[in-house]
């Protein structure tokens, strides 16, 4: 089970350090960062899959990732 999400740079999460529990809830104000979350977890899932390369070209490339 993932314990700590730490995020650095990638989209609107800049230095996101998250505790992580069997169950989690993300809330927050409209442009806080949830869906910059959902993607940073959907990301590191594909990539344990293997499935990195496809992961990053649906996200526009590694720049596009990093700075969207």
Do not use: C, F
Not at 2 to 19: E, F, G, K, N, W
Not at 27 to 38: E, P, Q, R, V, W
Not at 55 to 64: D, F, N, P, Q, T
């Amino acid at each position: 089970m993932l314990q700590t999400l730490a995020i650095s740079r990638y989209r609107s999460l800049h230095d996101l350090v998250v505790p992580m529990g069997r169950l989690n809830l993300v809330t927050g104000d409209n442009g806080s960062g949830k869906s910059s979350l959902y993607r940073a977890l959907r990301l590191l899932a594909e990539t344990a899959q293997g499935g990195v390369a496809a992961a990053l070209a649906r996200e526009g490339g590694l720049g596009s990732a990093l700075w969207a």
